[in-house]
C-alpha cells in the first residue's frame, strides 16, 4: 500500500497502531501543533536542537494540510492517534483531532527515526520493535535539550538493541540520515545518559536485549512533548509516541542538506518559473 | 583593529562608514531587529530563503547582547548605521538605536558577502567596491523570494564585477560560504534578473565595470528590508546597507553545515558538561 492509501484507512479509523511497520523505505514524521504565539519559540528550540527536532515542514497558521512532505494530507486525521495537551498535561489520546483544531495553529512535521527502520532491515539489520510487533522504546535522559523561551526539558531518545559487531554498520547507515535524527547518540550502558531500568521505558514499550547486543540510542522526536509539559501552554496536540505521519517521501530523498531549506529553494524556484511563465 | 576593538569606536560615534573594508578575514553581518509577535513570521521567511538569509544568530525577546557571534556585543549602539522603519517606511537613520529598542524586540544576524571581500582579495582577485572606497551596490531584482506571513519582496542583490576568466574560481571561492550567501546567483546580463540599469542601483554605490568584466550577482541579506517594506510593521530596525555587524567569527568558521545548529550543539555540549560537571 502507498503512503496515500495507508493515510486514507488512517483517516477512516481502520488504523490505529504505531507506524514502525508501515510504508517501509517512505519517511515517517513527528507531529507538534502550537498557538501561533508559541510558534515562534518552539522554531527557535528546533533550530537550537537540531538532532531530535529536524525540521521537515511548518504549515501556515490555521492550514491543517501538508503540502511539502505530501501534497493536501489532512494533519487533523491522517495520524493513528494524537494527544491533546492542557497546561502540559495529556487530557485526551484520541484519532481525530478536527474538533480541537483552531484558526491560529501552526503544525510542524519533524523527521522520525523510523525512517531509517526499513533501510535496517534491507541491510539485513533486525529491528527488534518490529520484529516483536511493539511500538519502540523511549527514555527521557539527563541530558538537557537546549531551551527556548518557555520550551525546555530533557532530550528523549529511542532505543535499538544491535548485536556487537553491527554498531559500526548501523552508525554509519543512520548517520545518511541525519533529517530523520541521523547517527545515535549514545551507545550502550544506559546510566551514562541518566536511564535508570532499560526495561520501563518512559513512553513506547520495552524490548527484549539479547546476549552480545548493545543499546543503541538516537534523539528521538518526543523531546517536544517532554517540552510542551515545562512550557505549559493552554493547547497542544502532538502525535502519541510511535504514532506518526508517514510522509510521500522516500527514505533516500532526504540528504544531508537542510531538508527545509532545499524544498523552500525547490518552491521557490517553481514560483520563479511560474512568474516568468 | 580586532573586530572588539573597531565596534567600541563605532559605539563612540568615530566610525560611520559602510564596513566592506574592516577586519578583512572576520565575518560580518546583516541585522534586522522586530517585535516579537512578527518573529515567527520573519524565522520562517529566513528559513525559506537561505541564500539571502543565513540565519546566524537570533536573541531572545528584549535582550540586545549577542552571545553566539561575539561575546556582550551591544546591537543597539555597535553598528555605524541604522535604519528605524514605521508601517514599511524609513523613519530615521541613526547611529545609535538604544531609544527605539523596547522590551520585546528580537533581533537576527545574518550572514553577509563582505565576508568573503576579504578571502577574494587574499587571492589576488580585486574587489572593486573596496578598491573605489565605495560601498557595495545592491539592486532589487525580479526574482521574487519564498514569502512568509506579512513577509514577501524580491530577492536583493549585491554586484562584483569580475574578469571573465576568473568567474569561476570567485565561484568556487564564494561558495564555499554558504553561510555567507555562498556562490552568486547569477553572473552576466543584469536585464534576465530584472535590473534595467546596471549603473543605477538601488540600494548603495554604482561601481565602475570595465571591458572584460563580467557583472557577478551575490544574494544579499538586504532582502529582509525590501520585506518588511511589505509587512509594514509598526516598527522596525535594520542596519543601513553596507553598515554591517563585524563579528568575532572568523571566516574560516564559517563552514557548509547549517550554522545556527552547529553553535546550538555546541552549547548544548558545554550545558551538559557543566550539568555533569
Redesign the interface.
Known sequence: MSPAEVRRRIARGEITTPTADLCPGYVQANLVVLP?EA??EF??FC?????PCP?LE?T??GDPYTRVVAEGADLRTELPRYRVWQHGKVVAEPTDVTSWWTDDM?AFLLGCSFTFDGVLMQAGIGVRHVEMGRNVPMYRT?????PA?RFRGPLVVSMRPVPRELVPKVVELSGRYPMAHGAPVHVGEPQAIGIRDINRPDYGEAVELRPGEEPVFWACGVTPQAAIEAAGLELAITHAPGHMFITDLKAEELDRK?F??QV??Q??HK??VN?QG
Open positions: 501561533k510558534a515562534f522554531l527557535l533550530l537550537r536542537n537540531p538532532r525540521l511548518v501556515e497558521p501552526v539527563k541530558v538537557e535539550a537546549a523561551g537542510a527545509l531549506s523552500c529553494m518552491l521557490q514560483e520563479e512568474e
